[in-house]
């Protein structure tokens, strides 16, 4: 009988602590169609890349070990708004809909047009009407909207890397990609891309949302958020992937 007591006080003092250990957990929300540098996924588990870096030196910021959520996009805003994460980050306001507090921005994100270089360099923007460029399936693309209205043609293909391999195909001539993932790229030669130098479509600075039932504050993530500027954290980590 004592036996029997003494081992559910172990089950229940290994349980507490469990408990105690998670609700010490940063639960950093990830977009499982993001690919390197953003994220490389093994086995549906975040392994590396920018977010993995940033989750992981704004968790240690709060005293906190980061757990990472894998989630396919139309899941995180629900994710966020019930509080089963904590945060998602390097996005903006204007990607995503739901009750969530935004962090101040700190993650330098520029969109930029590429031309293969058999191709005429493009100017402007206006240059590229009526020539398929290469996008991402679901994404809106306002500034090339904008001025190219009908004559825009899209060439939606399911990542910003299945575009790259394209170009290097010789499939499309034009593409629209990050500026963090085209650096990454050339700095692998994977693909082997010719191209002009890239036209800059915009720049902005990506957020983190917080969620308003989760184990942190905004005030927390902003705090942090401005140690890792301060301590050259962040700049370590965007420089480790050009």
């Not at 004592?2 to 639960?27: E, H, N």
């Not at 809909?97 to 058999?118: N, Q, T």
């Not at 890239?198 to 902003?222: F, H, N, W």
């Amino acid at each position: 009988m004592i036996t029997l007591r003494l081992s559910k006080c172990c089950v229940g003092a290994t349980l507490l602590l469990s408990l105690a250990a998670q609700a010490r957990d940063l639960i950093v929300l990830v977009d499982t169609g993001t690919e390197m540098p953003m994220a490389r996924f093994e086995q549906g588990q975040l392994v590396g890349g920018i977010h993995k870096d940033i989750g992981d030196a704004l968790a240690a910021k709060t005293n906190r070990s980061a757990r990472f959520l894998a989630l396919p996009r139309k899941r995180i805003a629900n994710a966020l708004e019930t509080g089963g994460a904590d945060i998602l980050c390097s996005y903006v306001p204007e990607w995503l809909d739901g009750r969530f507090d935004w962090s101040k921005p700190f993650i330098p994100i520029a969109e930029v047009l590429i031309a293969d270089r058999g191709a005429k360099r493009p100017a402007s923007l206006a240059d590229v009407a009526g020539q398929p460029v290469g996008t991402v399936l679901g994404y809106v693309h306002p500034e090339l909207e904008e001025v190219l209205g009908k004559r825009l043609v899209r060439e939606d293909a399911p990542t910003a890397e299945v575009n790259l391999r394209k170009l290097a195909a010789g499939r499309i001539k034009y593409a629209l990609t990050s500026q963090t993932l085209l650096e990454y790229r050339l700095k692998l030669g994977d693909p082997p891309l010719s191209l002009h130098p890239p036209l800059m479509v915009k720049t902005y600075m990506g957020q983190c949302a917080v969620s308003r039932k989760g184990r942190v504050s905004l005030a927390e993530i902003d705090k942090s958020i401005e140690s890792i500027i301060k301590d050259g954290t962040l700049t370590r980590i965007m420089r480790r992937y050009r």
